[in-house]
Nanobody, 124 residues
Framework: QVQLVESGGGLVQPGGSLRLSCAASGRTFTTYFMGWFRQAPGKEREFVAAINWRADSTYYANSVNGRFTISRDNAKNTVYLQMNRLKPEDTAVYYC?????????????????WGQGTQVTVSS
């Protein structure tokens, strides 16, 4: 069974940076796509970024492209989300998730394992 635990959220001023981490347990972490999603109050969960298991392909939502960077360290069973130039509209609970099948997907229903989420608040 795979368990995912996010950390690194917090309160940051607009223009600031945060680095989220997602630690995974279980041997099946390394062969799957991993993704980051976020959900703001009253809104649906939305795709943020994804990375393949070799870490040589990454995908981003248009709203974060150029500001956020997803990476992974398979030796540590950890995936990261570096968030720079944060905006108030980035405020949300951020979740990491493991893809349930092969290939890239931006749809939450295609991810089978989820962490509990970490709150990111961007405010002055």
């Amino acid at each position: 069974q795979v368990q995912l635990v996010e950390s690194g959220g917090g309160l940051v001023q607009p223009g600031g940076s945060l680095r989220l981490s997602c630690a995974a347990s279980g041997r099946t972490f390394t062969t799957y796509f991993m993704g980051w999603f976020r959900q703001a109050p009253g809104k649906e969960r939305e795709f943020v970024a994804a990375i393949n298991w070799r870490a040589d392909s990454t995908y981003y939502a248009n709203s974060v492209n150029g500001r956020f960077t997803i990476s992974r360290d398979n030796a540590k069973n950890t995936v990261y989300l570096q968030m720079n130039r944060l905006k108030p509209e980035d405020t949300a609970v951020y979740y990491c998730a493991r893809r349930s099948g092969p290939g890239y997907s931006a749809h939450p229903q295609d991810y089978s394992h989820w962490g509990q989420g970490t709150q990111v608040t961007v405010s002055s």
